[in-house]
């Protein structure tokens, strides 16, 4: 009698399946399977979610880099959605497992990568999030900056610019360090809030440049196909990469949630439309300042300094509710959770955070924003190629090796039956260094560059097909059978 399962076909421990488990050096609270109690998140909760996160900074920039690249608004704007179509998939996919059993994302890497090997996607998600982290709170710190500036003499401070952000990243990690739900609460109200503000900013750009400006009929800067295609594929992988990281330790939201019908229809309907939303808004505002101010201004902050005391005020609020939002929950959660899952009887989620918030100072958010170049192909492109292999395998494992069926309570056994050789899967770690290589090779053959262009997809395609070919027949997995009398009395509702 380890797991019992709800009428939403939510699997969680009974109390015996927690005694069995809970002196594991595995176990801990933070890691601990959801009850039925938490699972309480609603579609509205994965709405607001979304909504949060993509309303951002780094959203608004991605347009105006996509642009300052050579594409006109629309390409622009069709390459976003695109893309956050796309990585809707894994989200969706990989959300279903943290739903299903209420594991967070460590404890699901266990599942492919094994008890120990469970570190090696689990610190990869990690170490992109924290670099997320400083990326978002250097575009927040340098907006209040400027901010401040506009209205005060605080341009005369030395090192004024340092101050802000540093600042602003000990807000950032204060926050944070008060966990996840505290980020749902947050989240909920932050919502429409940022929505509100949002199309106030839009109606202003539409009013004060008599009209849409000159977005819709500035060109494209590409003369043929070929030349738009080089940009648009590396741009594309961008656009995926930008939630790549949250295809990954979506389960870290979704083992909250109080069906499969809530994360799906709250995540689906929010993602590529805000992000969409939000994208075209900074290309109209921006290129109403073409038309109001004479030059094109792609940072807010910039935008808002020359608005009146009272609405820079509002404005700095808007700006840091919406890159805290983003931050807490989207780049902070993963590496917390990553730093808690090498030692859970020893390391909190807390300590996870802290630890979080330094690294993301010593990845030089500034030097990855010195340019769009740096921005768009650099990092989005590069942190794409690694993730996109990790998304196969654990796509590959729970939907076509597994078929869904996970034993919970072997997720936490040192000596389990997820704990392969030496706590390590071997056939997972190749396939996701095959994943990456052929890509990365790729990007060096003349002719063909374009599979490096697309690294994250074709590269979790390769991974994919790879570990379910290795992995079937393979001993360590559950069989029908087996799984079946683990669960036959749970799906009746009972205790199994």
Known sequence: MKTQVDSNGIVTLTREGEALVKDSPLYNEGLRPTTMEEHNWTSYNFASLWIGMSICLPTYAMAGGLISLGMNWWQAIITIILGNCIVLIPILLNSHAGTKFGIPYPVFARLWFGSKGAHIPAVARGLIGAGWFGINCWFGGAAIDTLLMSMTDWGNVPGHLWISFLGFWAINVWVAYRGPEAIRKMEAWAAPVLIIMSLALLIWALTSAGGWGPMLSAPSKFATTGEFLKVFFPALTGAIAFWATMALN??????????????????????????????????????????????????????????????????????????????????????ARAVENLAPRRLSYQTGALIAGVVGLLMQPWYILENFGNYIFLWLGTYGALLGPIDGIAIADYWLVRKRRIHLAELYKTNGIYSYKSGYNSHALWAMLIGIAIPFICKYIPGLTIVWDNAWTIGLLISLAIYTWIMKGNASIISAKQYEQVTSQAAAGKAS
């Open 250 to 335: 979506i389960p870290d939201f979704c083992r909250y949630a109080k069906s499969q019908k809530a994360q799906v229809v709250g995540q689906s309907s929010a993602l590529p439309t805000t992000m969409g939303f939000f994208s075209f808004i900074g290309v109209a505002v921006t290129s109403a300042t073409v038309v109001i101010y004479g030059e094109a201004l792609w940072d807010p902050a910039a935008v808002l300094a020359k608005f009146s005391p009272l609405a820079i005020f509002f404005g700095t609020i808007g700006i840091v509710l919406a890159t805290l939002t983003t931050n807490v929950a989207a780049n902070i959660v993963a590496p």
